[in-house]
């Protein structure tokens, strides 16, 4: 299983960190900047180490990305219809990783508004499902569904 959930991480991670880094590129910001601003979270100096809190920032979201295949792994053996149609149960897990972070997780640590702009609302919406929650959701069906015996 452990591999299952690298593939889910390396997977979602990656689709989930480019999406990141092109939206920080069309707003004409800096990515190592939001890198940065990632590690930041749990490393509130890492915002002014230069490319070494870049580099953090890169683990940081690896880091939660892993955390949350894990998870996924752990609520589809307690609820397999996650896995019995693994679009719904990522469209599902997607929303329900999307509210942790933007509704708990983010405001507490860097005081954001809620609710939040419409833009950011929509971005983050479709990485949390689309990027994030349905590719972990694939992944892990394939690992854990049983084959039908005829």
Known sequence: MARTIALATLVAGTLDILFAICLTLYFGREPMAMLRYVASGPFPPAIDWGATGSLLGLAVHFTLMGIMA?????????????????????????????????????PARFGTGIPPS????????????????VPIAIIVAKKLRRPAIA
């Open 118 to 133: 419409t833009r950011s609302l929509a971005t983050q919406l479709f990485a949390h499902i689309v990027l994030v929650g």
């Open 70 to 106: 894990w998870l996924f792994v752990l609520a589809a053996r307690v609820r397999p219809e996650l896995i019995e149609r693994p679009i719904l149960g990522g469209i599902a897990y997607g929303l329900v990783t999307y509210a942790i972070m933007n509704l708990l997780v983010v």
